[in-house]
């Protein structure tokens, strides 16, 4: 499986962006993951794609993933963005029932990474 992310940019406080995830080589059923890791902080779970949606309690109410099958993406879509929201946000991908689902160490295939920053 190959990730590849895109969307990133620079952007203002309370505004909007969405990342893609390019999904190619895939076959089954997998788990859709994002994480960030902010300047200085270690990687931290966003959100996943499971049997259901999930979100960390930091973006819980502003963030959406989804997915499109047609086009093999995955979606992360980010409203009231705030300067803490700053960071490389990575997509991963991981086997269904690999292990806890907002752990880094259950994903098993990793895009490169697109940064997002949010200044005021």
């Known amino acids: 499986v190959q990730l590849q992310a895109s969307g990133g940019g620079l952007v203002q406080t309370g505004g909007s962006l969405e990342l893609s995830c390019e999904v190619s080589?895939?076959?089954?059923?997998?788990?859709w993951g994002w994480f960030r890791q902010a300047p200085g902080k270690e990687r931290e779970f966003v959100a996943v794609?499971?049997?259901?949606?999930y979100y960390a309690d930091s973006v819980k109410g502003r963030f959406t993933v989804s997915r499109d099958s047609a086009k093999n993406t995955v979606y992360l879509q980010m409203n009231s963005l705030k300067s803490e929201d700053t960071a490389i946000y990575y997509c991963?991908?991981?086997?269904?029932?690999?292990?806890?689902?907002?752990?880094?160490?259950?994903?098993?295939?990793w895009g490169q990474g697109t940064q997002v920053t949010v200044s005021s």
């Open positions: 991963a991908a991981s086997r269904p029932n690999s292990g806890v689902i907002y752990r880094q160490e259950t994903y098993t295939h």
């Open positions: 080589g895939n076959s089954g059923s997998y788990y």
């Open positions: 794609m499971a049997w259901n949606t």
